[in-house]
C-alpha cells in the first residue's frame, strides 16, 4: 500500500460495531476480565489501550517496522530507550543533536553510567575511531538539529552489523514520509511525535519504533514498566494528524524550497544551511536515501541586532520553540533549544547569536515572504 494510503487506512483493525470511521477515544484507564484468567485482549491502559493501540499499528506500518510504542513525548521515548542499556555500555552520538536530547544524555543517561562520545557523524572514519569494547550503540539524526547535517544511514548500518551495535535514528525531521531508517538497516526509529507527525502544535508525543521483535520484547517490558504512555485523548489526536502528513509534508517541503532560495538572495543572509539546496554538503547523501528534504531551514544573518529585530518584527510567522507544526515558527536555538548545551560545543557547531532556524509552514509561501520582508527590511 502507498505511503499516502497508509497516513489514513495504517490500522485496520476495527474496536466496535457502529461503523465509526473515527477510532473511538477508549478513555478507560481498566477493562473488565471476562473471566478468572481471562482477557479480552486489554487489561490496563499502561499495558495497552485500543486507541493508542490503533495508532501504534499505523506508525508501525508507517515506518516498516513490527512494533511502534507511544510515549507521552520524544523526551519519554528517548528515556525509556536509555534503559536498554546498562553502567558502562557506550554509545557514539552526533554532536549535533536537538538540544533535550543532548541535555539527558549529559545529565541523567552519565549519571546512570553510560558513556557517550560526540562525534560528527557524517564522518565514518570518526566513528570507527570511536568504537570501543564496551560500545553498544550510535545514535544519529539525520538531517541534525539545527545545523542540518546529514549521516549516510545506510553505510553507519553496514557498519553496526560488522560491530554488532544497535543503531538508532532520531527521524522527527523527515518523518516516514521522506526518510524510512529501518528500511536502510537501523535497528530502531525514534520520533518526537509533538512535531511533524502530530502536525498541528497542539499536543505532545513521542516514538519508538522498531524492525525486530526481540528489541521489541525488551522495549515493551520497558514501556509498562517505566510508564510514559500516551493518553488516549492525545493518540487520537495524533491518528487525526497523521492522516493528513503526506499533505503537510509535500506543502510544507515545496514552502521551504521557495524560502530557502529566498534566504540564499538576501544582503543579510550570510549562510543558509537547507538540506534540499545542491549545495548543501548532504544533498547527495539525502537524495540517495530519502524521497525528500522536508522543511527545516536554519540560516545565519550578519549580526546578533538582525536576529534580534527578525524575531520581534515577524507577525506571521511566530517566534516560538518546536516545529513541524502547519504554523510556520522561527527559534532561536542559542536562546531556546540549545541553551542547556555548553558553551564551547555551541561555539563549534556555530550556534551563536547569529543563527536562526524557520520551520516552515503550509501558509501561503508569499505571505511568509512578505513578512520575512517585512521583517529584514525593519532591521
Ligand atoms: C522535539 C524533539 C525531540 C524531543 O521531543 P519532545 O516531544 O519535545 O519531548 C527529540 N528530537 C528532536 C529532533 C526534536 O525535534
Redesign the pocket.
Known amino acids: 500500500m502507498d505511503i499516502d494510503t497508509l497516513c489514513i487506512h495504517g490500522s485496520d483493525i476495527r474496536y466496535d460495531t457502529t461503523g465509526a470511521l473515527s477510532v473511538p477515544i477508549f478513555q478507560s484507564a481498566t477493562f473488565e476480565h471476562p473471566g478468572v484468567g481471562q482477557s479480552t485482549g486489554y487489561d490496563y491502559s499502561r499495558v495497552q489501550n485500543p486507541t493508542r493501540e490503533h495508532l501504534e499499528r499505523t506508525l508501525a506500518r508507517l515506518e516498516n517496522g513490527v512494533d511502534a510504542l507511544a510515549f507521552s ?6 528515556t525509556a530507550l536509555m534503559e536498554l542499556f546498562s553502567p558502562g555500555d557506550h554509545i557514539i552520538a552526533s554532536d549535533d ?2 538540544g ?2 543532548r541535555r539527558l544524555f549529559d545529565n541523567v543517561s552519565m549519571k546512570n553510567g553510560l558513556k557517550f562520545d560526540f562525534i560528527n557523524t557524517s564522518n565514518k572514519p570518526e566513528i570507527e575511531k570511536s568504537i570501543r569494547a564496551e560500545t553498544k550503540a550510535i545514535f544519529i ?1 539525520t538531517p541534525t ?1 539545527p545545523m542540518m547535517q546529514v549521516t549516510d544511514i545506510s553505510e553507519v548500518s553496514r557498519l553496526c552489523r560488522e560491530r554488532g551495535l544497535l543503531l538508532i535514528v ?1 527521524n ?2 523527515l518523518t516516514p514520509y521522506f526518510q524510512r531508517p529501518l528500511d536502510l538497516g537501523a535497528d530502531i526509529v ?6 511533524y507527525l502530530c502536525g498541528h502544535n497542539d499536543t ?3 516514538f519508538l519504533v522498531v524492525a525486530d521483535p526481540g528489541l521489541s520484547e525488551r522495549l515493551r517490558f520497558i514501556y509498562k514498566t517505566t510508564g510514559a504512555c500516551l493518553s488516549p485523548f492525545d493518540s487520537w489526536l495524533l491518528i487525526r494528524g497523521i492522516k493528513t502528513l503526506h499533505i503537510r509534508m509535500q506543502r510544507q517541503q515545496e514552502n521551504a524550497i521557495k524560502i530557502a532560495r529566498w534566504l540564499c538572495e538576501q544582503e543579510k543572509v550570510r549562510a543558509v544551511h537547507y538540506v534540499g539546496l545542491p549545495s548543501h554538503p548532504g544533498y547527495s547523501v539525502s537524495v540517495r536515501q530519502a524521497s525528500g528534504f522536508g522543511a527545516m531551514i536554519s540560516f545565519e544573518v550578519d549580526s546578533e541586532k538582525t536576529a534580534l529585530r527578525l524575531l520581534e518584527n515577524v507577525k506571521i510567522i511566530k517566534y516560538a520553540e ?3 507544526g502547519v504554523e510556520s515558527l522561527i527559534t532561536y536555538p542559542i536562546l531556546q ?1 540549545h541553551a542547556d548545551l555548553p558553551e564551547e560545543v555551541r561555539k563549534l557547531k556555530g550556534i551563536n547569536e547569529t543563527l536562526l532556524r524557520l520551520s516552515v509552514g503550509i501558509e501561503c509561501v508569499d505571505d511568509l515572504i512578505a513578512d520575512l520582508t517585512q521583517a529584514i527590511e525593519v532591521c
Open positions: 513525548s520524544g523526551m519519554a521515548a528517548l543533536l536537538y533535550g536530547s539524526e538539529n532520531d522527527t525531521f525514534l520520533h518526537s511525535g509533538t512535531k505532545l508525543a513521542g518546536s516545529l513541524g533549544t
